[in-house]
């Protein structure tokens, strides 16, 4: 079965495991660890997968992206720009005005409050601006 097959009989939360597991140096536990934060921080959260491999969270709107590459774990949020980010987690994506990211590399710690924060300052985002559309 080719990539396309699976994906199409697979949900998003079995194709994000698999991608977890797959990652078997540092990035699957950081992707791991990510996901409990994003799913204990919204218990409403829905998982989708999109562009061909991307794990994605969303609630009342896209919430942020998990994305893994070779030197690092990237969470891009969509409308981080219009977020509260009091502890400084963004770190990528700054420039743009919609967007903005934190790159996880490894050996970083993952401050569990802030980014269940960040989170949740998403979610409240998408309801505020869902309501106005």
């Given at each position: 079965m080719d990539q396309a097959q699976t994906e199409r009989t697979q949900?998003?939360?079995?194709?994000?495991?698999?991608?977890?597991?797959?990652?078997?140096?540092?990035?699957?536990?950081?992707?791991?660890?990510?996901?409990?934060?994003?799913?204990?921080?919204?218990?409403?959260?829905?998982?989708?997968?999109?562009?061909?491999?991307?794990?994605?969270?969303?609630?009342?709107?896209?919430?942020?992206?998990?994305?893994?590459?070779?030197?690092?774990?990237?969470?891009?949020?969509?409308?981080?720009?219009?977020?509260?980010?009091?502890?400084?987690?963004?770190?990528?994506s700054l420039k743009g005005n919609?967007?903005?990211?934190?790159?996880?590399?490894?050996?970083?710690?993952?401050?569990?409050?802030?980014?269940?924060?960040?989170?949740?300052?998403?979610?409240?985002?998408?309801?505020?601006?869902?309501?106005?559309?």
């Amino acid at each position: 079965m080719d990539q396309a097959q699976t994906e199409r009989t697979q949900s998003p939360s079995e194709l994000i495991d698999a991608r977890i597991a797959e990652l078997v140096d540092w990035r699957g536990d950081m992707l791991a660890r990510v996901r409990a934060v994003i799913r204990e921080a919204d218990p409403d959260v829905v998982e989708e997968w999109k562009w061909r491999g991307v794990p994605v969270w969303s609630h009342g709107g896209l919430i942020c992206t998990g994305e893994t590459y070779r030197q690092v774990v990237k969470m891009t949020f969509a409308k981080g720009a219009s977020l509260p980010d009091p502890a400084g987690l963004f770190n990528a994506s700054l420039k743009g005005n919609t967007r903005r990211a934190i790159d996880i590399h490894q050996g970083d710690r993952l401050d569990r409050e802030a980014l269940g924060a960040l989170i949740r300052a998403a979610v409240a985002h998408n309801m505020t601006t869902r309501k106005r559309a």
